[in-house]
């Protein structure tokens, strides 16, 4: 166990020291957020409409770019040290993932400290369990990261595919527009869209009168671990060849 435990604890420690070694982004770990959700609110005119889908939008991308750290690792030499070590590849994934999943957790819930000027004052319960599901949601997207950092050579190219991916997935969420009134096409996607089921999640626990034709709070935690572990074990499974 400890074999398992210390280098994927020292790993957590390292993506933290990282970070706040990096001036630039700790300024833009609140500020970028903060100002996607007011310039979009503002041209829309509707605070509360978009403050789940910039948190959701936040997160994700928090998450799957923190990954960034792995192809560095690679192209610095100490990702082959890890490997060659006597620790556990698994060791190894859990440290990147909840490493860079707590980084992202923490500006979410930054983030969420800013509800009630959206007009979201949910009961305490709700906002611990939406502390919760954030966390949920970093580590599914954290896992999703990973595994393209891991084929991917380059940060370039990592950027393109995660863009090509994340920003239709967020689209598609209900963070834009309800499934309701989507056309059929498009509402196909969204019901197979991991991140319709996050955003879900969120609202209902956020909004004390969330839009009663969102999948159900239990069915949207359900997708949502369900997600998670998957691209956990595809993680592992990608680590461990």
């Avoid at 990282?18 to 630039?24: K, N, Q, T, V």
């Avoid at 300024?27 to 959701?56: I, K, M, N, Q, Y």
């Avoid at 869209?193 to 969330?210: C, W």
Wanted: include cysteine; hydrophobic fraction near 60%.
């Amino acid at each position: 166990m400890n074999a398992f435990l210390l280098p994927a604890a020292t790993l957590i420690r390292r993506e933290w020291i990282r970070f706040w070694r990096e001036r630039a982004r700790v300024a833009g770990f609140v500020a970028a957020p903060l100002l996607f959700w007011f310039v979009t609110s503002s041209g829309f005119g509707d605070f509360a409409r978009f403050f789940t889908g910039s948190l959701t939008l936040t997160l994700m991308f928090s998450a799957v770019f923190a990954n960034m750290t792995l192809i560095e690792d690679r192209r610095e030499g100490f990702l082959l040290a890890m490997l060659v070590s006597p620790a556990p590849r698994a060791s190894l994934v859990a440290g990147k993932v909840f490493g860079a999943a707590s980084l992202a957790w923490a500006q979410g819930a930054v983030v969420l400290c800013f509800a009630p000027l959206a007009g979201f004052a949910p009961p305490l319960a709700n906002f611990l369990l939406a502390l919760a599901a954030l966390y949920l949601v970093a580590v599914a997207f954290t896992a999703l990261g990973f595994l393209a950092a891991w084929i991917t050579e380059s940060t370039q190219g990592f950027h393109a595919v995660m863009n090509i991916l994340l920003m239709p997935m967020w689209m598609v969420s209900g963070a834009l527009f309800p499934m309701q009134t989507a056309v059929p096409w498009m509402r196909l996607l969204m019901q197979i869209n991991p991140l319709a089921y996050a955003y879900a999640l969120l609202e209902r626990l956020l909004n004390t009168n969330p839009d009663p034709l969102l999948p159900s709070l239990a069915l949207s935690f359900g997708v949502t671990a369900a997600f998670a572990t998957l691209v956990l074990i595809a993680a592992n499974r990608i680590a461990a060849d």
